[in-house]
C-alpha cells in the first residue's frame, strides 16, 4: 500500500456523495443537541424567577459557570484532538454532557444544578471546536462554506427548537423537562455517530500512512470513486505537503510563534466578539422581558419567535458564502447585525420587536457560523484543534465576566444601553477584519498551512486567490 496518500489533495478534489451527506448528519446531529442544550438556559432560567427558585445573581453565577466550562471544554478538546485523535474527542464529549444533562433534571436546588452545569458544559464546549473542525478537514474546499452554513443551520435549528420547546413545556411540566429532552437527545446522536472514521489528514500528519490510506479509500468507495480518480493539481495544491514528512508533536507555543501569531490574534478577536454577541441575544433576552413586565408565557413566546432567526441565518450562509467568498460574508453580516442591534432597543410595538428582533438574530447568527466555520482554517493540521480550541478557550473565558458586564449595563442604562454596547462590538470586530483582509475561500488547507508555517501567511492573506477559477473536481479515467 502507498504511503503518499496525499489525503488532503483527494479530500478537496473529491465530488460530493454519500460519505459528506451522512458526515454533516452526523456531525449536525451533535451540533444541534448541543446548541439545544446551551441555549435551553435562556428559557430555564427565566421560568426560575417567579418561582423563587433562583435570583438574578444565581442566575449570572448559572451563566458564569457554564461558560468556563465551555472554556474549559474548548480547550480540553483541541488538545485531545491534536494529540490522540478526532474521532474519540468527537465522541467522548457529547457522551459526557448527554449523561449530565439528564443528572442536571434531578438536581434539588440552584447550586447543585450550577455544578451539574458546569461538568456538563465541559463536554458542550469541546463539541463546538470538534464539529466545525470535522468539517474543514473532510469537505473540499469549494464546498466548504455551504457545508459551515449547514452545520450552522442544526446549531440554529437547535437554538430553535430549546426557544419553541421552553415555550411549550416549561409552563405544563416545568424546567427540568429541557434537561431530559437535551440529554436523552444527545445520547441518541452519540450512538449514531460511533462509526464515524478517523481524519486521514490526522492521520497522515501523525505518520500513521497505512491507516490513512484505508481511510480515504473508504470515503472514496463510499463516494463511488474507488481507484478510479487523476488529480490535475492546481497552483494550490503545488503546495500540499508529502506524507512521508511527518508532522511531529508541536508544543501550543507554536500558536504564537511569529509566522502564525497574527492569525491567532485575528482568530481570537473573532470568536470573543462573536460567542459575546450570540449570548447577550440568545441568554438574555427572556430575562429582559420578564424583568419589564411581561408575563412569563409571553416573554417565551417573544422569545421563540425572535430566536426563529438563528435557522434563517446560517441559510443564508448555505446560499452566499461560496459565491462572494466568506471574508465578504463576514463583513456583510457583521455590518447587517450592527445596524439592527442599533435600532432593535428602540422598538415599541410587539410586532416591530419581534420583526427585528428576528433579523438581529438571523445576521447574528450568520456572523457567528462564518466566523467559528473560519477560524480552524487559518491553522495547520498539526494543530488545528488546538487553535480552534484556544480562540475558543478565551472567547469562552470572556463570556465568564459577560453576565456581570450585562447586569451593570442594564441597571445603568437599561436594555438600551445593553444592546447598543453589542451594536458597538459588531461594528469595531467588521473594520478590523475588514482591514485584516484574511480570507480562506475555497482555499486548500495544505496551502494555507504552508503559509502559516513560513511566514508568508500575511502577504498571502491580501493577494487574490489564484486557484479560484480552476477545475477543483475529480476525473475519471478508463482503467
Not at 205 to 232: C, D, K
Not at 349 to 377: D, K, N, Q, R, Y
Amino acid at each position: 500500500m502507498s504511503t503518499h496518500i496525499d489525503a488532503g489533495r483527494r479530500l478537496d478534489n473529491l465530488p460530493m456523495g454519500k460519505f459528506h451527506r451522512r458526515l454533516i448528519i452526523l456531525v449536525g446531529l451533535g451540533m444541534f443537541w448541543d446548541a439545544f442544550d446551551n441555549k435551553l438556559s435562556a428559557a430555564v432560567l427565566a421560568s426560575m424567577l417567579p418561582t423563587g427558585f433562583s435570583t438574578l445573581e444565581l442566575n449570572s453565577l448559572f451563566l458564569s459557570f457554564t461558560f468556563a466550562g465551555l472554556a474549559i471544554g474548548a480547550a480540553f478538546a483541541g488538545w485531545l484532538s491534536d494529540r490522540v485523535g478526532r474521532g474519540f474527542a468527537f465522541q467522548f464529549n457529547l457522551g459526557l454532557f448527554a449523561v449530565l444533562a439528564l443528572c442536571a433534571a434531578l438536581a434539588p436546588n440552584m447550586e447543585i444544578l450550577i455544578a451539574l452545569r458546569f461538568l456538563m458544559s465541559i463536554g458542550m464546549g469541546a463539541e463546538y471546536v470538534i464539529c466545525y473542525g470535522m468539517i474543514t478537514e473532510f469537505i473540499p474546499r469549494a464546498r466548504r462554506g455551504r457545508y459551515l452554513g449547514i452545520l450552522g443551520f442544526f446549531g440554529g435549528l437547535g437554538v430553535t427548537v430549546s426557544a419553541v420547546l421552553g415555550w411549550l413545556v416549561i409552563p405544563t411540566f416545568s424546567w427540568r423537562a429541557m434537561f431530559v429532552i437535551g440529554g436523552v437527545g444527545a445520547l441518541v446522536a452519540w450512538w449514531l455517530r460511533r462509526s464515524m472514521p478517523e481524519s486521514p489528514r490526522w492521520l497522515e500528519s501523525r505518520g500513521r500512512y497505512e491507516e490513512a490510506e484505508a481511510v480515504m479509500q473508504e470515503i472514496e468507495r463510499q463516494n463511488g470513486t474507488p481507484n478510479t480518480l487523476t488529480y490535475s493539481p492546481s497552483s494550490s495544491d503545488t503546495a500540499s505537503t508529502s506524507a512521508s514528512e511527518k508532522t511531529e508533536w508541536v508544543p501550543i507555543t507554536v500558536l504564537f510563534s511569529r509566522p502564525v501569531i497574527a492569525r491567532t490574534a485575528m482568530a481570537l478577536f473573532l470568536t470573543v466578539i462573536c460567542l459575546f454577541g450570540s449570548n447577550v441575544i440568545t441568554g438574555w433576552m427572556p430575562t429582559f422581558f420578564v424583568e419589564q413586565g411581561l408575563t412569563v408565557s409571553r416573554s417565551l413566546g417573544f422569545n421563540a419567535a425572535i430566536m426563529s432567526g438563528y435557522v434563517v441565518g446560517p441559510l443564508l450562509c448555505v446560499l452566499i458564502a461560496d459565491r462572494i467568498g466568506r471574508r465578504t460574508s463576514i463583513v456583510m453580516f457583521g455590518t447587517l447585525a450592527a445596524i439592527f442591534a442599533a435600532i432593535y432597543p428602540f422598538m415599541q410595538e410587539p410586532a416591530l420587536i419581534v420583526v427585528i428582533g428576528f433579523i438581529l438574530v438571523a445576521m447574528a447568527a450568520s456572523f457567528l457560523t462564518m466566523c467559528l466555520g473560519t477560524v480552524p482554517e487559518f491553522f495547520p493540521t498539526a494543530f488545528r484543534f488546538r487553535g480552534g480550541g484556544l480562540t475558543q478557550t478565551v472567547g469562552r473565558v470572556g463570556l465568564i465576566f459577560s453576565p456581570f458586564i450585562v447586569l451593570w449595563l442594564y441597571s445603568h442604562f437599561g436594555i438600551v444601553g445593553v444592546i447598543l454596547a453589542l451594536s458597538g462590538l459588531y461594528v469595531i470586530a467588521t473594520l478590523m477584519y475588514a482591514v485584516a483582509r484574511v480570507d480562506t475561500s475555497r482555499e486548500a488547507l495544505s496551502q494555507i498551512s504552508e503559509e502559516a508555517q513560513s511566514g508568508d501567511g500575511r502577504e498571502a492573506d491580501s493577494r487574490p486567490m489564484k486557484d479560484a477559477d480552476a477545475p477543483v473536481g475529480p476525473t475519471r479515467t478508463g482503467r
